[in-house]
């Protein structure tokens, strides 16, 4: 074994640090990537445990936890567990080479774990057979997607790396020479460095070398043959090549998986990668290799791609519409014209496709304005007038139900009643479950049977689609019984239901609180031979979420996930969000943390949910900096993670970063702007910090926003206004005092805005005052004769503008500031009028108790009057 060797296998049996961050404890203790952790404490007491898996650290972590605040764990350098070989090991130099297929060698496995070559073919290129040599060892391919560099250790590993590429793709392979003693290293070192110089050029050449490099070949062979020769080869280079980009087309589609997000990803990349190399070639498409780009785009979910490549290869635009595309495709060498636009590309396929990515982007008015360009009609759609194709395609009935789809997603019930009414192609079962699952979402319930009625009238047998429909249908009345009865009707016409069917009504039970139901409907499903998939188990981990039951919410979670049979279920992104959203809920972060550990190591990838549910969890927790932590994590925040990042600020105290968060944010919604404002309120009020509360006030109502009922509920509530107190008290407390300024400065504020403040604010207001006592109590006293009743009718304020005795307008903080000075002048002085809103007996009742507890005064003179 070489050294290299040695290293491979010692890594493969134990955990690897795989980076230490920079001044962090473990730097500082001397731990390097690369080191090897080897044993952890044992759960009591002293002894060291060895380890050699992931999860058993982490099960001595979350053990010792419990049992030690301390935790020692061995790490071993490597350099210390091979210094006994560096003496035998053998030495090697490492090269690479650009290869594309057929490369030409042979390959075979060796009894050490190498793939060595074994020899040549034949017809082996002679850069092949001068630059390698048979001995030399194959130790790394370069990736399909990606510059990285995999290791193999076997020829199986080969061929699957090299075969499963796209054809004519060039593979960076990485090799390895036995250097014996005496050798010329020099020899060997420009080997190396030559076939470097030739890495970046052979880097340039994109799919479209490696797919006509055969033709090329042949075309460079007989380059003094005729003209006609010439354009035969060109000729029949452009049909290999596009025959060979619908063969690897057709492969990825094949085996595309849309559950699975990296497959979604390597679709898109196959179908950029295809169109590069028909560019490169300067080619044409034809309508079968058109078809299959744009169906590669659509099954990947990027249907504005799929109408970009129908536009760059037709000339048409995708939407119908009359004038020339500016969408060009072309290829990366900047010699090259790109692809050749051409009618030869449009059939009732492609078109078909188009009219598919416009349904997939709900955009009703390009897919009509497509079927009458393909028609050739010119009609006004949607404010466009269409432009005939001139290519005479009649549309068949599947052409009319993606239309017919495309309006019913962009909720245009009437445009799609008149097309479906104006269908010239016989309507099918695909026509009237369309329809009737249009009529459904939107709560037509009449509609939606008269529809069926008509299918039926038409001898077109219903299928579970449609009865999933009509159950949709019934379920927007809360039709329970119905739905239920659709099911039993299903069953005796010999429809078989599926799990799709069964999830629609166990959606609408738990919407409505009526989990049980759903519980037993989900039991009756499996007895009829069907199994519940992770929707069924995300609708009733939500339902119990509703019910407030985050604890029975996790142990279904955690039960689903101990059951072999629906393990595999529980590996969702979606499932594991909310099973920390039930954590957080709970107030357990630890929990939460260990659950993203879970998924991480599930393979499942955390969304933008995952990481803002987990940072609810944190701050539901008291961990804020945890939370600042996840937020920093998330690459694109948007408006919900930033309301939740100032809700972590304000949880440390920092409310002017969160403030400074708010101003000129374009992320956030009006609701999530007010809800931040009241919680950095609110917060603020909690710390007792006033004047961050009332810079929150102010700048909200710089902004033009309103406080709403919600937030002078929120000052009531945590100021503990309405808290059992002594109702008068002798003595003044200074938090008290600074509560009644903060207070005050909130009715001024109201006041100079002419807002309307709640009988509830009002209230709490003045019996802060009489709790105080003294000056505050008077204030309170004064308060009461400037208040205006705003629920009663026909009130308004009488005009003292002109009165002269007013000489000064006081705000009521310049009041309670100044009231030795003014206190003799209050005949004369103008105070702001308080508008109060009295919603409901409860409130008028507390409105009247507040003002008795300080109505002991002498009541002054009125500075605004109301009549009934």
Partial sequence: YSMRKKIQQVLSSGIVVSSVKVGGIAWDLGIRAGDLLVATSATMGDKMWPKSTLEGVRSAITSRKVMSKTMQVQFQRINEIMEDQVCTSELVQEFEMSLTRPMGIHIEDTQDGYVRISGFTDDAPDRVINKLKVGDRIIAVDSSLGNKMWPVSNVEGVVSAVTTRLPGQPVQIRFERLVEQGADLNKIQSLSSNERKNVDRMARYELTNGLVSSSSAAAAASSSASKLTTEVNAENQNVELLSRCRSVLKRYIDVHDKKVERSIEVLALVADRVLESLAESSSSLDANTLSLIMNAYILSDKPSKALRAFEAATGLKADGSPGVPETKAVGRMSDKDGIVPSLVGVNMCTATDVIRAHAHLSDGFGARRVLAAMEGTSLTIGGIQSHPWGVNLKADTKCYNVVLSAIANSNDIEAAQDLFEKMPAKKDLVSFNTMIGAYARAGMRQEAYAQFKMMKNSGVKPDKVTITALIKAVLTDDDFDSARQLLKDMKKAGIGADVVTYNTVIQALCAKSKWFEAKELVAEMETNGISPNSKTYGLLMNGLLKLNKPGPCLTLFESACADQRTAGLMENAHLYTTAITAAASLGDSERAFELLSRMNFSGVKP??????????????????????????????????????????????????????????????????IMRSYNYIIGSALNKRDFSSALRALDDLLKRGFIPSKETLQIMVKTLGLFETKQSVSNKSDESDKSAFIFLINVLDSCSKRKLQISGQFYAGLLLEGARIGGLERKIASIITSAKTDFSRENVHFEDISDNSEMIRSVSWSELLLEYNHLKDQLEIIKLPPIRVQITDREVRRQVLSAERAVSYLRRVGRRSKSQV
């Fill in 607 to 672: 969304n933008l949910k995952t990481l803002t549910a987990l940072m609810g969890a944190c701050i539901s927790d008291d961990k804020h900096s945890y939370a600042l932590d996840v937020y920093k994590k998330i690459n694109s925040p948007d408006g919900y993670a930033q309301t939740l990042a100032i809700r972590a600020h304000c949880g440390l105290g920092e409310f002017g970063v969160a403030l400074g968060m708010i101003q000129n944010n374009e992320l956030l919604s009006g609701n999530q």
